[in-house]
């Protein structure tokens, strides 16, 4: 037999497999797994290559995989200044005040809606403090953005616009812009005349952001969305240079208004790929989000929103969803509200048996009693993001659950629901939108946050299977990964406490010993 590349020993390897569930040592071979099992049953794997790595009693498990993440399309979303640890609007107006400029702008992301106290998203509370420069500050949920009167003038936004999709230039009763930019076609009037950093800059950025997800445990990233034209050639600048640290799989965005040639182009897409990256499905928005009043609602909110389909056409993305079944390209739909859940639910129930395992709902924030059962009935996959519960409150104090209110808050991010009804749970951050740490969205799927902390929380075994079987499931790729088991990915995942076992928050600062991706160490605690 040939030698292994890499032999790890010593550890407590839980390999998440039926037949074996426990082992100590294993050996990697080309990227993937060759042999599982004691030290006696690698020993011939041995070479005069080979590295022999002992992991002195760290619990090794399957790669992690974020499921739902935005690495490169965050290059821009998470560019400037950071603004997710602004907790009022005495603190936005200070950090704007201080904010470097960025070829004359002033550039901020991740600001949470509850910064504002609930008064209107609008220009007026942080223009004096800008002192005329043109600003462009996206709120966390990464569908909205506060934008100054310059940067309004820059675009050329002058007053309210169509949008074949659910968005909206907010503008006041004299028809002005508020500087509330809603939904991404609203933003995008405005992105063109951002500053944008050198493809050289974003080469350089994408490897550092990556390798830092890796050293939270990381070996893969569902990447929802395909972040430009530019982003395959970015990516295999990338690989002539280096091994791509996370394994990404991208699915472009189907987007109001597509026709049979956007279907096929999209389908085309699906043969794109590279040596640790691939094209792999379609992403599909049925609403926007609650804060944003473009939740997709059964009833409006407290501001009489939400009753809206981001597809003006709820039909049409119903036939497009079909086409592309009909292709064999699987889907993954953003549904926040339980009218768009129950919709993309009804979708998938029209296409048969053929549908089960393969198309998924993104975000599931607020659903009745009734759709909880249905995801394991039809087969859907219900990707969750754990860390958006920090943005609520228990007290539903917070902007998520006042336009909900209290019935539909207590509704929240029912995760565990979902699971226990034998649906499959995939688990993600949603990066840029919360931090990609791999470890907290373990912690936080076992300790839900805010509006969510009354309910149950997933095991610790739940948790990992969230981020490494069921995520293999999602992606279809259960026969390959998520395991660790001969014939396998060899993306490992090496930690200083058993991730089942240790205490939810002991978890969120585990040390992550080694990450391995396509049999390449990626990450060695130093």
């Known amino acids: 037999m040939p030698p292994a590349d890499l032999i790890l020993t010593g550890a407590h390897i839980r390999t998440l497999g039926p037949s074996r569930p426990q082992a100590t040592a294993l050996a990697v071979l080309d990227g993937h797994i060759a042999a599982v099992g004691d030290e006696a049953d690698v020993r011939d794997w041995r070479g005069p290559g080979t590295e022999l790595l002992d992991l002195g009693g760290a619990t090794l498990t399957p790669g992690l995989v974020d499921s739902h993440s935005h690495p490169v399309m965050g290059l821009d979303m998470a560019t400037g200044q950071d603004l997710s640890g602004v907790r ?126 890796a050293a939270t445990g990381l070996t893969g990233a569902h990447v929802m969305d395909l972040g430009g034209d530019d982003v395959p050639g970015l990516l295999a600048a990338v690989e002539d ?35 640790h990256w691939l094209v792999g499905g379609a992403k599909f928005f049925m609403d926007g989000t609650v804060e944003g009043g473009t939740a997709w609602l059964e009833h409006a909110d407290c501001h009489g929103q939400g009753t809206d389909a981001f597809w003006p056409d709820p039909a049409a993305y119903a036939d497009a969803v079909r086409q592309l079944h009909a292709a064999g390209v699987r889907t993954a739909t953003h549904a926040i509200g339980d009218a768009a859940v129950r919709h993309v639910l009804d979708t998938v129930a029209s296409l048969g048996p053929g549908g089960r395992l393969v198309h998924r709902i993104e975000h599931i924030e607020t659903v009745p009693d009734d759709t909880i059962p249905r995801f394991a009935e039809l087969g859907v996959i219900a990707s969750m993001q754990p860390p ?139």
């Open 88 to 213: 009022d609007l005495d603190e936005l107006r200070s950090a704007l005040r201080t904010a470097a400029r960025v070829d004359g702008w002033v550039i901020g992301w991740g600001l949470d809606h509850n910064a504002f106290g609930g008064r209107p998203v609008h220009r007026d509370l942080v223009e004096d403090v800008l002192d005329g420069a043109p600003a462009f500050i996206r709120l966390y949920d990464g569908h909205s953005a506060l934008v100054s009167a310059a940067a309004l003038r820059a675009a050329g936004v002058a007053g309210p616009r169509e949008f074949v999709q659910r968005a909206e230039v907010v503008c006041d009763a004299e028809g002005s812009p508020t500087g509330h930019l809603i939904e991404h076609a609203a933003m995008d009037l405005v992105t063109p005349v951002l500053p944008r950093p050198s493809r050289a800059e974003r080469r350089t950025r994408l490897v550092e952001l990556l390798s830092a997800m």
């Open 241 to 275: 240079e280096t091994h791509l640290p996370l394994r990404l799989r991208f699915a472009p965005w189907c987007m109001p208004g597509i026709d049979k040639e956007g279907i096929e182009e999209l389908v085309a897409l699906q043969a794109m790929r590279g040596r």
């Open 388 to 526: 958006h519960t920090a943005y609520t409150r228990a007290d539903h104090t917070d902007e998520w659950s006042k336009r909900l209110g209290d019935v539909r808050a207590a509704r929240a991010w029912r995760t565990r629901e979902l699971r226990d009804a034998g649906a499959v749970v995939a688990l993600g951050s949603d990066w840029p939108i919360a931090h990609y740490d791999a470890r907290q969205v373990l912690t936080t799927a076992r300790k839900p946050q805010g509006a969510a902390s009354a309910g149950e929380g997933l095991t610790g075994l739940m948790a990992l299977e969230g981020c490494t079987s069921h995520a293999a499931i999602a992606a279809g790729e259960a026969g390959v990964a998520g395991r660790i088991a001969p014939g396998f990915r060899a993306d490992l995942t090496a930690f200083g406490l058993d991730p089942v076992t240790a205490p939810a928050d002991e978890v969120a600062q585990a040390p992550i010993r080694l990450t391995v991706s396509g049999g390449h160490v990626t990450y060695r605690q130093p």
